[in-house]
């Protein structure tokens, strides 16, 4: 199929473009900027007047609940939100049931996503067998499957010598490995940030310590043995110095944060909000401020949704028995355009943080617009209202802290290789 994208604004950070350009799509590829190549006819041209067209988003953190968790949420109805939320590949953790710890299930993931024909699925695969931190999986076999990294997820994993064994095996085959900082000690049986609301509200708190600490030793163990580290997650202004620090000091370590605490803080739960139960917790106002600036700075490389559809029945308890998560892949786009707004940044700048360099962390030549590029496409309305309702969402979880609200920012059009694999109505 042979696509002109005409009259749109083209942002594309990778390459420092913002301007009005058309874009010719030929063979699942960028054929060309700006003019049309030599006898190239069009099958299908989209208008793009007055939007903005820009490389597919990219997503490092969404729970698609298969297999195992179908009653939640089923790959059909994530992959559906997805491409409406403009993300064309996404990466999922290994926390299913049963965990992705063997080929054959990653390759089985892989195989559905494809055969849906829509967004890029690149699988992170469990760093210990059933993802109880005693034995390593076999790594390199789970690379051959299609594997892009390694992780814990929320599983703790408390042995260190463990996790050591496990970083020098990766750093030897060069291996990423993603971990999100949390002492599971420190943080047993707590739900809130430890602060005015949790105390205010009795409910059981995590300390800011339970991710400094954890984040002290994997920083640690990253130093000594050359891993290629990414901190999934960050949630509070200490941390943030860590990685900053880690970084002037020259380790190889990326980080992202959660788009909910880029906008929300402990306030937000207001009056036992369970859609504002999420892992890890809001924290306060000072950790939201710390963790704009380290966006801002480039301490934080990337912007995830950390998309976790919950049905129904688990988010309708009281604040503390309510299961932690948010749906977000539909939600990226406008709450990142918030942010810009709010922040004063171009849009280029904050559109960097959810294509290249996600796929930076990722090791993908993804993320960009140039000649020759997968045509993975993001085509949308900045200006557009729509209320967040669960009706308007297409992911099979409605649990989201923005229900009810406006937001501005829709996708019109997502192209991935070349082929539209969604058109708003």
Not at 41 to 50: F, L, P, R, S, Y
Not at 133 to 153: I, K, N, R, Y
Not at 169 to 193: E, I
Request: overall charge negative; aromatic content about 6%.
């Amino acid at each position: 199929m042979n696509i002109h994208i005409k009259n749109g604004r083209l942002i594309d950070p990778r390459n420092d473009l913002d301007a009005i350009l058309d874009v010719y799509v030929a063979d699942g590829s960028i054929a060309a900027i700006g003019n049309a190549p030599a006898g190239f006819v069009a099958t299908e041209v989209i208008d793009a007047t007055g939007l903005i067209v820009a490389p597919g988003l990219i997503e490092l953190a969404a729970r698609l609940r298969e297999p195992g968790f179908e009653y939640m949420a089923t790959l059909e109805s994530e992959m559906d939100a997805a491409v409406a939320g403009g993300i064309t590949s996404l990466a999922c953790p290994p926390d299913t049931d049963p965990p992705l710890d063997e080929p054959g299930l990653v390759e089985m993931l892989k195989h559905r996503a494809k055969n849906l024909h829509q967004a890029r699925l690149y699988p992170v695969a469990a760093l210990t067998t059933g993802l109880k931190g005693c034995e390593l999986t076999e790594m390199a076999e789970l690379v051959d499957a299609g594997c892009v990294a390694f992780s814990q997820a929320d599983a703790p994993l408390t042995d260190t010598r463990v996790l050591y064994r496990a970083m020098q095996y990766a750093a030897t085959f060069g291996f990423s490995v993603w971990l999100r900082p949390q002492d599971s000690f420190l943080a047993r049986d707590g739900v809130a940030h430890d602060g005015e609301v949790a105390t205010r509200c009795g409910l059981p708190a995590i300390p800011v310590c339970a991710e400094t600490i954890a984040l002290a030793t994997m920083l640690s163990l990253a130093r000594e043995t050359g891993v290629k580290l990414h901190i999934c997650r960050l949630s509070s202004a200490a941390g943030v110095e860590m990685i900053r620090l880690a970084k002037q000091q020259g380790l190889d370590v990326t980080c992202d944060v959660s788009i909910n605490h880029v906008h929300l803080s402990e306030m937000d739960i207001g009056f036992f909000d369970p859609n504002c139960r999420l892992n890890p917790p809001l924290r306060s106002l000072r950790d939201r401020a710390a963790l704009r600036a380290g966006l801002l700075d480039g301490t934080i490389d990337a912007i995830c949704t950390n998309h976790a559809p919950v049905d129904e029945d688990a988010k309708q308890l009281p604040f503390a028995e309510a299961e932690s998560g948010a749906t977000g892949l539909e939600l990226l786009l406008p709450l990142l355009l918030k942010w810009a707004r709010q922040d004063k940044i171009t849009l280029s700048d904050a559109l960097a943080r959810v294509t290249l360099r996600p796929a930076q962390v990722l090791g993908l030549d993804a993320g960009h617009l140039g000649i020759g590029a997968a045509a993975d496409i993001c085509v949308f309305d900045p200006d557009m209202y729509w209320r967040v309702e669960p009706a308007a969402l297409k992911s099979q979880g409605k649990n989201t802290p923005y229900i009810g609200q406006e937001v501005q920012g829709r996708v019109c059009y997502t192209l991935v290789d070349g082929q539209i694999v969604y058109q708003s109505q």
